[in-house]
């Protein structure tokens, strides 16, 4: 995926009805979200700089604790707690007809927004 691709695929990610920003989740500034409308962003072992929450950022797909909470979101959004995407023919899918598509998603940030997008 494109630089802006991502955007577009995190914009798609914080309009869906089961989006929130959870502790751990990184935004696109490089500020980590710790809870209570607060973000912070270490520069070094020994500087820390927080921020209020900025409405107008979105979260970064690319980071492994953000697609974790995203993860989060989709499980309490079906439901389903053990629900997990699966590597599939060199892309990504879920296993239940109201998220697949016949061609796999190309990267995992994809398929969970899909899924919080497809959630009742």
Same mark, same amino acid.
């Given at each position: 995926m494109t630089p802006?691709?991502?955007i @577009?695929?995190?914009r798609r990610a914080i309009a869906c009805k089961g989006w929130r920003w959870l502790r751990g989740m990184l935004r696109q500034d490089?500020?980590?979200?710790i809870g209570s409308g %607060?973000?912070?962003?270490?520069?070094?072992?020994?500087?820390?700089t927080t921020a209020l929450h900025a409405p107008d950022q979105l979260p970064d797909l690319t980071d492994s604790a953000t697609r974790g909470c995203l993860l989060t979101l989709v499980r309490e959004a079906w439901g389903l707690?053990?629900?997990?995407?699966?590597?599939?023919? @060199?892309g990504w899918e879920f296993v239940w007809a109201? %998220? @697949?598509s016949e061609?796999?998603?190309?990267t995992e940030a994809e398929a969970l927004v899909a899924a919080l997008e497809a959630a009742p």
């Open positions: 802006d691709d991502m @577009g695929l995190s490089d500020y980590r979200y %607060v973000w912070a962003r270490w520069s070094d072992a020994h500087s820390l707690p053990t629900l997990t995407p699966n590597p599939w023919q @060199g109201e %998220v @697949g061609d796999p998603f190309e």
